[in-house]
């Protein structure tokens, strides 16, 4: 596999996977990644996968939106400055969700629109700047096994 380059093909570059030529999995943890992730990342209609952790990525985080196919965004130890209010509309397959420490978060309620992900089993958002009374729908989430809100 290839490295990131302008002139590469991105389904030939490393910690990119693509099936045929859709891009399914991203995993760009830890690799100092700066600036700010594109606003139309939710055109990834196949994306199933997305390790985005421990960088410095900063900006809003972009919308999720009808990702039906996505079951896994980690985007944990970064710098995101705020989430759209319809970030997770759509996520079907959604299991597991991290926004772990992202200090620079401006405050946000608990996304309701996650009821629509009934498969998820992981959740943590400790330390992403949660704020207000906790919707009564975790009854939504028969798989939940794990949660983090601190």
């Known amino acids: 596999m290839k490295s990131l380059s302008p002139n590469t093909p991105y389904c030939q570059w490393t910690r990119i996977t693509c099936d045929s030529s859709n891009l399914t999995k991203i995993t760009l943890s830890s690799k100092s990644l700066t600036g700010t992730l594109p606003s139309d990342l939710n055109s990834l209609s196949q994306l199933t996968d997305l390790y985005l952790q421990e960088n410095s990525l900063s900006g809003p985080l972009p919308s999720l939106s009808d990702l039906s196919n996505l079951q896994t965004a980690y985007f944990g130890h970064n710098n995101f400055t ?11 397959s959604l299991q597991k969700l991290s926004l772990f420490n992202n200090p620079s978060l401006s405050s ?11 498969t998820l089993s992981d959740l943590n958002f400790g330390s992403a700047r949660i704020t207000g009374d906790l919707p009564d729908i975790f009854d939504s989430f028969p798989s939940l096994q794990n949660l983090r809100l601190s």
Do not use: C, E, R, Y
């Not at 705020?82 to 079907?92: E, H, I, Q, R």
């Not at 946000?108 to 009934?118: A, C, G, H, N």
């Open 82 to 92: 705020s989430v759209p209010s319809t970030a997770f509309s759509g996520l079907t």
């Open 108 to 118: 946000w309620p608990f996304p309701t629109d996650l009821t629509q992900s009934s």
